[in-house]
């Protein structure tokens, strides 16, 4: 069975401008979650969803960060503009009864 | 504040010496407790979960246990293999979020 797939694995970016991260979820999950993973720290929870509608998002930054989950499947997760603290892994998690699943992440550097 | 606590922090052992890691929780409607995996550089793989105290859960070389305060990871004999971040979270039995509290993690060495 395929797991969560993320991408890019590996992002770049100058402060101030913008970068898109993007996850699949596992065929037929239809929750899904997106953490930040800061270095020597546990995942946060930034954004849940259910099928295509926001859950939760009471912990995402919403004057720099977005997220969207169309048609209930995929997600992109938006930082506009990025500062130096939004250098972290963005991890992307979809759920099976009580258990969730994680992708590889996106280790995002902002210079 | 619910709280997640994982000691040691970081814990370096000798091949086929046993050990513990920590995790205590402060949390108010303990729903499930998980332990996960993380190697570096990927995203954390699910070991075990358990949702009363007295539970207790195995995979080869790794028992996890559950009290009403805290969770134990043994490690018996444990192989260079097993060196990785184990994370502990929990989730509460308020609300239908379902949502993962993470402790900061046990990065674990086991030397050759």
């Known amino acids: 069975e395929a797991g969560v797939a993320q991408s890019p694995r590996y992002k770049i970016i100058e402060k101030r401008q913008s970068v898109a991260f993007w996850c699949n979820p596992i065929?037929?999950?239809?929750?899904l979650y997106w953490y930040q993973q800061i270095l020597g720290q546990g995942p946060k929870l930034l954004i849940q969803?259910?099928?295509?509608?926001?859950?939760?998002d009471s912990q995402l930054p919403k004057d720099r960060f977005s997220a969207e989950r169309l048609k209930g499947v995929d997600s992109t997760l938006k930082i506009q503009p990025a500062k130096l603290e939004d250098s972290a892994v963005y991890l992307c998690?979809?759920?099976?009864?009580?258990?969730?699943?994680f992708g590889p992440g996106t280790r995002l550097t902002v210079l | 504040e619910d709280q997640v606590t994982q000691s040691p922090e970081a814990l370096r052992l000798q091949e086929g010496e046993s050990s513990s890691l920590n995790c205590s929780y402060t949390?108010?409607?303990?729903?499930?407790l998980f332990w996960y995996r993380q190697d570096p550089g990927k995203g954390p793989e699910f070991l075990f979960t358990?949702?009363?105290a007295g539970e207790e859960k195995e995979k080869e070389r790794l028992k996890a246990t559950l009290t009403k305060k805290e969770s134990f990871l043994h490690i018996t004999a444990p192989k260079p293999e097993d060196s990785a971040t184990y994370l502990c979270?929990?989730?509460?039995?308020?609300?239908?979020?379902?949502?993962?509290?993470f402790g900061s993690g046990t990065q674990l060495t086991v030397l050759p």
């Open positions: 998690a979809s759920r099976w009864t009580d258990t969730q699943y």
């Open positions: 065929s037929g999950h239809a929750t």
């Open positions: 969803f259910q099928n295509n509608g926001v859950v939760d």
């Open positions: 949390v108010s409607g303990l729903r499930g």
């Open positions: 358990l949702y009363s």
């Open positions: 979270a929990v989730t509460f039995s308020s609300g239908s979020a379902r949502q993962l509290t």
